[in-house]
């Protein structure tokens, strides 16, 4: 029978022999990973399409989840994680609806490396990691020929497995109609991916701390001063590391709770237990974009410029709001506060970026929230502004006179040029500088003022 282990052969054939380590291999994974979804697949909406994957889902994000249709390869153990006695992934020989993934058995002989094939219309790739323990290696195709002997080798594993998921997938295949290979694919894809890996992974030279400026000698001072944006650049490619460290594998737990949540023999206490894992992953891996957004645009020229024009877009600001309410009353209702919305009528829309601002409203309203006592409510209101859009977040149920300027009470201290810190609770958030370079990158501008608030302003279109 045919095997997945067949298939990553299949795959590496006249691929170098590896000669990096487990933990090489599995950061050029996520790096992968990351470069496929983030500048491949997402920034051409919508998508049709079809995935496969073992020993685990590989993507993570929830765009690409509901509309390309998936099949797993997920180990048996992981059905006693619960006690029902049905699959921890959906599926289990069924059709998967659209938007959701189908679960399938993986073989001893399968091995446990994992695998990848995402295939559309205009993109067609495999990747999987290969090789022994001091030769690992990862494997990135996208020509024709490989792509489509692995997709034979697909079908026979499955014809002497599941030959109804076979024939699901051969009829997916068939639903995409012709495919176009691009040539470049591979010129564009390792380039972005070194990027990344050199994001992720950043050279830092650490020196001892020298007490007493005139011992020092002249040189290590001509050094250290030499090296200053050097060493704030390390500091932003770390930063943004560790965010990407932090974000990836929540979106993979994030995936797998999901899948778990749409079953309907679950007690009603893991239901719930369920529900808030999805909500507490949902809102670090926000917090954390947007901290990487942050560290990626303070290494850009020109950080403190908007974006141009043609960059953003009409924004019904109030349907905006209106359709997070939901989301930020179940995150505030966490640490027991309330949120009000008020938002005049007839508002015109503003130029922005949609996507990244529902994004930067939430973490706003989390940094605005989080040093407030229990019982206290948050009000956002939208009001008009001469030519532009007043929004405003306001806090009842605490003193005012302890406001920081950001809508709490809380202490904090600048950890670099994006951050800023509790050094009591050690709650880390965007540092003020950084919220208002975010906002102004949308079109909006930030302003504060210690006890009165917060507010941002938006031009009309």
Not at 4 to 29: F, H, I, K, S, Y
Not at 42 to 61: D, R, T, V
Not at 262 to 273: F, G
Not at 335 to 342: Q, V
Request: net charge negative; charged share 20%.
């Amino acid at each position: 029978m045919v095997s997945l282990a067949d298939l990553r052969l299949c795959l590496a054939e006249g691929v170098p022999t590896g000669v990096g380590n487990e933990d090489c291999a599995r950061r050029q994974w996520w790096a992968a990973l990351a470069t496929l979804q983030e500048d491949f697949l997402l920034p051409h909406q919508p998508l049709q399409g079809l995935w496969l994957a073992a020993p685990l889902p590989a993507l993570y994000e929830p765009a690409l989840l509901q509309q390309l249709q998936g099949w797993v390869w997920a180990p048996s153990d992981l059905d006693g994680l619960l006690p029902s006695p049905a699959p921890l992934l959906p599926g289990a020989g069924n059709p998967a609806p659209c938007g959701s993934f189908q679960r399938l058995a993986l073989a001893e002989e399968d091995g446990t490396d994992p695998l990848l094939l995402v295939i559309t219309p205009q993109l067609q790739v495999a990747l999987c990691l290969d090789g022994p323990a001091e030769g690992r290696r990862l494997i990135v195709r996208f020509d024709p020929e490989a792509l489509s002997e692995a997709l034979g080798l697909i079908h026979g594993h499955l014809l002497s497995q599941d030959p109804a998921a076979s024939a699901d997938l051969r009829s997916a295949l068939e639903r995409l109609g012709p495919l176009r290979s691009d040539d470049q694919l591979g010129l564009r894809f390792w380039p972005r991916l070194g990027e990344r890996l050199a994001a992720m992974a950043p050279s830092l030279t650490l020196q001892p701390l020298v007490h007493g400026g005139s011992d020092r000698p002249a040189q290590a001072q001509e050094r250290q001063a030499g090296d200053t944006p050097r060493a704030v650049s390390s500091e932003l490619a770390l930063l943004e590391a560790l965010t990407h460290e932090v974000r990836t594998p929540l979106a993979t737990i994030r995936t797998l709770i999901r899948s778990l949540l749409r079953r309907n023999d679950l007690p009603s206490v893991v239901r719930q237990r369920l529900e808030q894992i999805d909500g507490e992953c949902s809102e670090q891996i926000d917090r954390f974009g947007l901290i990487f957004l942050a560290a990626e645009l303070q290494r850009q020229p020109g950080c403190e410029q908007p974006l141009e024009s043609h960059d953003l877009a009409r924004t019904d600001l109030s349907a905006v709001l209106h359709q997070q309410q939901e989301l930020w009353q179940r995150q505030l209702a966490r640490r027991g506060l309330d949120l009000e919305l008020a938002i005049a009528d007839g508002l015109s829309p503003v130029l922005s970026d949609p996507a990244r601002l529902e994004t930067m409203l939430g973490g706003l309203i989390d940094r605005f929230s989080r040093g407030l006592p229990s019982g206290s409510r948050v009000t956002v209101s939208l009001l008009p502004a001469g030519s532009r859009l007043k929004l405003q977040l306001n806090s009842e149920g605490h003193d005012p006179s302890e406001n920081d300027g950001m809508g709490n009470g809380e202490q904090r201290e600048l950890v670099g040029p994006v951050l800023s810190w509790n050094p009591t609770t050690g709650s880390l958030q965007l540092s003020r500088q950084a919220t208002q370079r975010l906002f102004h990158r949308l079109g909006g501008r930030l302003t504060e003022r210690n006890g009165s608030g917060l507010t941002v302003f938006f031009p009309v279109c």
